[in-house]
């Protein structure tokens, strides 16, 4: 009303928005969190967008519901995006302009295989686990049981998950074969010494607890749900196996964008904006944040459950409670900002596991990052945020080519360069590289 | 039926003793008449009241009140009493097994969130009224639009939505089921064509339907502007193809055995073939068609929870799903109001169908 008389910035005007009723399909996970919160504070509406949001059984139900049009967008793993686009799967072209988060993964094993664990893990001087734990550590297990016959199962949470190429990195890291896709075999258990399957997040601990598997890597609330039901043990969170990785983003069907530019640009302003708020002042709002979190028509756990990560810190054993200030990141540190570099990332860990069944050129993975990953769209977003005095400029990457700087902190201490997918490749000990296929890398290793 | 009625009344002026006695015979008859009815709404215990009232030996009639209302009662209080002593002794990694005294405490807070969710719907379309008239302040020719509320569907819009989609599924399978029926009835050889179809359509699940109803109704069922969702008509159909075989096959049935006199009657009157089906076949065969229609509807209920527990199409199915993907302390007894709301509107779609069976076969119920 007295608009004109405040140093408030003048309410910008609406996008004219080809579709305003807008479906979006989420997985119940605390990094669903910039979904909830645009809806709850009202981002959506203030962009002139109705918002539904609907939680999805499995990541396949929700792939395919974004690609065949029943949703209009859905908070994804940052490899649907690119595995539908090269076909891993389901092919169909599908685009992301929103990275939603870095981090909040961990992996779990059952108390079982922890106490058998535990005894190859280095204690520090106050008597505890000294962390990173390594699958170093989990390698005598794996041994006993294959000796035994007993095949040793793990679950993640879809092939082109990040949850499977972390798992798969820290086996490796450890000298523990987690095993090969191949053309005719997409298992991904080729030559594998742990067995990864898929299970869907929630399920995970109750799967764990039926003894189906021994371990898994999944997304929070997930993790210390079982630390809480007191079945088993998280040992290692995906921000030491790789420090700031990128985690799920924001993806919507091309042809989707082609139709509604204006819906896209205003869905990802809200999504910008809730980001901004989830990170504001030190993660002052979190506790609002894991209250709304909480509600059953977003996560449901508890909200004990999710506070424990949200709010910084991560419980291991029952009562190692560490602070981990950086294990939920939405805005920090760039983290919305959809970089090249992230995405080759996933389609390096594609060809090294034999998702990708032949060599292909560094070309072709900056080809696929810049069709699938829309900066561009990122950054008129928060250009009209930046106008609207609801963004800071300093808070974006302007002027960035996409690419980030070589990145050290990986638990192996490989350093990846996204400028160098293929020369990547050729430094991991277990994974294929140039022109091995899966069959190839077997016999030659043996 | 109360024709002791009409024949009292045309006696000689009657004595007062008469009167009353004329009076309590009808009063009888009523009650009489009432009881098929009471009985099929599960309101039976009341006849023996009024026979009470109406001045039948009270002993006699107790026992019967005793039966019909006093013994289901002493049961449901037994099972309660039992649930709740042995439900605390399961724990799950979820807590324990919620005792009657949670789940009510859950009817409770899934009736808050419902009141809440409609005071939340409130303030959305507050909002919307009042960013319309700001745009219309700025612009007078602009286009306002009004949206519906996109929050969540509450534990009784789920309900609806349960019961909405059964009834559409119901519906198409009777009008496909009915008429088939009829067909197999009347004609033996087409009776042989479509009866190892039906045996070996009949007992496949509602999960096996599923995915190829899902991936059919996204292949066809493309417009801009859907009457429907998606979502609806898979679990309609999926509802359909599991519940219209009992109909089918008891109508079958019921046409197969008419009386054969019946039948030749029309012959030897040449009725048009329409009219023999619609005066001869229909009427004789309603009761079949009616129990086969009742094995269905409670068929479909039971495949409907578990086509949206599968799909994650809206209702209580999904409703179920939801609070066990959530895991929370209060997720189990939330799934076991769900449990006890599946049952008893099970239970009454079943009485209704009874009861309106019952009209059709003029009181017996086979």
């Known amino acids: 009303m007295m608009g004109l008389l405040g140093s408030k910035p003048v309410l910008a005007e609406e996008l004219p928005v080809e579709k305003d009723e807008l479906k979006l399909g989420f997985i119940k996970l605390t990094d669903m969190a910039p979904l909830a919160i645009a809806y709850e504070k009202g981002f959506f509406e203030d962009e002139g967008l109705y918002v539904t949001l609907e939680p999805q059984a499995n990541w396949k139900v929700l792939l395919d519901r974004v690609i065949s049009g029943e949703l209009d967008g859905a908070h994804m793993l940052a490899g649907q995006p690119l595995g539908a686009t090269i076909g891993f799967g389901t092919k169909s072209e599908v685009i992301t302009a929103f990275s939603m988060d870095l981090n909040g993964n961990g992996i779990t094993v059952s108390n079982e295989i922890w106490k058998e664990m535990k005894k190859h893990v280095p204690k520090g001087s106050d008597g505890k686990p000294v962390h990173p734990i390594k699958a170093d550590a989990l390698k005598p297990v794996v041994d006993a049981y294959r000796a035994e016959g007993k095949p040793f199962n793990m679950g993640m949470v879809f092939p082109v998950s990040t949850h499977n190429y972390e798992l798969r990195y820290w086996l490796a890291a450890g000298g523990i074969h987690p095993g090969f896709y191949s053309k005719t075999d997409t298992s991904g258990q080729i030559g594998a010494e742990a067995l990864l399957s898929v299970t869907p997040p929630p399920q995970m601990p109750a799967t764990m607890e039926a003894g189906t598997i021994y371990g898994y890597c999944v997304g929070e609330p997930w993790n210390q749900q079982a630390v809480f039901k007191g079945i088993g043990v998280p040992v290692v969170t995906d921000y030491e196996i790789w420090k700031n990785n990128p985690e799920k983003v924001f993806g919507v069907s091309r042809k989707w964008a082609d139709a509604n530019p204006n819906s896209h640009l205003a869905l990802v302003k809200a999504l910008i904006r809730a980001a901004i708020w989830l990170d504001e002042n030190q993660n002052a709002n979190r506790p609002e944040a894991v209250k709304i979190l909480s509600k059953s028509e977003y996560v449901g756990a508890d909200s004990e459950v999710i506070a424990n990560s949200m ?60 069709k699938v990953y829309r900066p561009e769209i990122y950054l008129k977003a928060a250009e009209l945020l930046i106008a609207e005095g609801k963004a800071n400029k300093a808070d974006f990457p302007f002027g960035t080519d996409g690419y980030r700087a070589p990145q050290k902190h990986f638990i192996d201490n490989i350093v990846y360069d996204g400028h160098q997918p293929n020369q990547y490749l050729g430094k991991f000990p277990i994974g294929l590289k140039g022109k091995q296929t899966a069959e190839q890398a077997i016999t030659a290793s043996r | 039926m109360s024709e002791a009625a009409t024949l009292t009344g045309e006696q000689a002026p009657e004595t007062k003793e008469q009167q009353r006695e004329a009076r309590r015979s009808r009063f009888h008859a009523r009650i009489n008449r009432a009881t098929p009815y009471l009985n099929v709404t599960g309101l039976g215990w009341i006849v023996p009241l009024m026979k009470i009232i109406g001045g039948e030996s009270p002993k006699a009639q107790l026992g019967e009140f005793w039966r019909l209302l006093i013994v289901p009662l002493l049961a449901i ?155 609806f008509l898979t679990s309609a159909i999926t509802v359909t193809l599991c519940s219209l075989w009992p109909t089918l096959i008891n109508t079958a049935v019921g046409v197969a055995s008419i009386d054969k006199d019946l039948m030749n009657v029309g012959r030897v009157l040449q009725l048009t073939w329409w009219t023999r089906i619609t005066k001869l076949v229909m009427p004789s065969s309603l009761p079949y068609i009616f129990t086969g229609l009742r094995l269905s509807l409670g068929v479909g209920w039971m495949v409907l929870i578990a086509a949206e527990m599968l799909a994650q199409n809206p209702g209580l199915g999904k409703f179920v799903w939801d609070e066990f993907q959530n895991g929370s302390s209060q997720s189990l007894a939330k799934i076991m109001v769900a449990v006890f709301t599946i ?24």
């Not at chain 2, 009347?186 to 007992?203: E, G, M, V």
Request: charge should be neutral.
């Open chain 1, 311 to 370: 709010t910084g810190t991560f419980e291991y054993e029952k009562g190692d409670k560490r602070d981990v200030p950086d294990f939920n990141v939405f805005f920090r540190y760039f983290a919305t900002y959809p970089y090249y570099s992230d995405a080759i990332w996933y389609l390096t860990q594609m060809r090294r596991w034999g998702q990708i069944t032949d060599e292909k050129p560094d070309s072709w993975f900056h080809e696929v990052a810049k």
């Open chain 2, 77 to 231: 209080g037994l099972f309660l009493a039992t649930w709740g002593a042995l439900a605390p002794q399961i724990q799950t990694s979820l807590g324990e097994i919620p005792g009657p005294a949670l789940v009510g405490q859950q009817v409770v807070n899934l009736y808050d969130e419902h009141v809440e969710e409609r005071l939340k719907a409130e303030a959305f379309y507050e909002r919307q009224e009042k960013r319309n008239a700001r745009k219309l302040a700025k612009n007078p020719d602009a286009k306002t639009k009004w949206r519906q509320y996109t929050g969540k569907p509450t534990y009784f819009d789920q309900i609806v939505t349960s019961l909405i989609t059964v009834f559409t599924g119901f519906l198409i399978g009777s009008l496909v089921a009915i008429p088939l029926g009829v067909v197999c009835g009347l004609s033996k050889t087409l009776n042989a064509a479509f009866n190892p179809l039906i045996q070996i359509f009949k007992p496949v699940s509602p999960l096996a339907w599923l995915p190829l109803v899902t991936m059919v109704v996204s292949a066809l069922y493309v417009s801009d502007d859907p009457m429907f969702e998606k979502a």
């Open chain 2, 343 to 366: 049952g008893i509107i099970g239970f009454v779609l079943d009485r209704v169908m009874l009861a309106m069976q019952a009209m059709v076969s003029h009181g017996e119920v086979r």
